[in-house]
């Protein structure tokens, strides 16, 4: 998934089981929560797919790991009980949907890094980093790359409407 498949999915969910669940609503902040959703893609892409292109040949190596959420977790758990913000869960949570919707479970060598090793899995694909985003960006006029990103613009599609819900929302508070 790319960046609006994951805060779209993330975003959807959460506001899904809000409908279930309203105090979920008042205890999740929705802006670190999609922060978190796309946080491990904002570590990985560029140092695995970038930076250190030659090295590791993947956009899923830290951020992507079972430890790097858990890590977040502990740390988030630490900021709420010192200062009742909920915010570092939040943030947890969209990392952590992450993961199961790149369903890392199927890549245990990364999920579970460093159990089977300090190493990464290297994609086969052979690009340089700068070349690689302007592939990317050709690849994405064509019809081929639009229907193999499904989730994408379902994601977008779920951005949008609810968009409009808060958009509505926020109007209709303002004018009480």
């Known amino acids: 998934m790319l960046l609006f498949g994951h805060l779209g999915v993330t975003l959807g969910i959460f506001f ?11 205890i999740i902040d929705p802006r670190y929560l999609a922060i978190g959703a796309i946080l491990p893609d904002l570590i990985d892409k560029p140092i695995g797919e970038i930076i250190f292109a030659s090295t590791f040949s ?9 430890l790097f959420s858990l890590l977040l977790f502990m740390i988030g758990l630490y900021i709420y009980q010192r ?20 369903q890392m479970w199927f890549d245990p060598q990364t999920f579970l890094w460093p159990l089977f090793g300090w190493s990464f899995p290297r994609e086969s694909r052979d690009y340089i980093g700068l070349e690689h985003l302007l592939d990317m960006f050709e690849a994405s006029f064509h019809l081929d790359f639009l229907q193999s990103h499904v989730i994408e613009i379902l994601g977008l599609a779920i951005g949008f409407v609810l968009a409009y819900y808060l958009s509505k929302k926020l109007i209709g508070n303002e004018e009480l």
């Open 16 to 26: 899904g089981l809000g409908i279930f669940i309203p105090r979920l609503r008042t």
């Open 58 to 66: 993947s956009g899923r190596i830290i951020g992507h790991t079972l």
């Open 83 to 102: 200062n009742r913000d909920i915010r570092g869960l939040s943030l947890t949570a969209g990392s952590f949907l992450h993961l199961f919707e790149d």
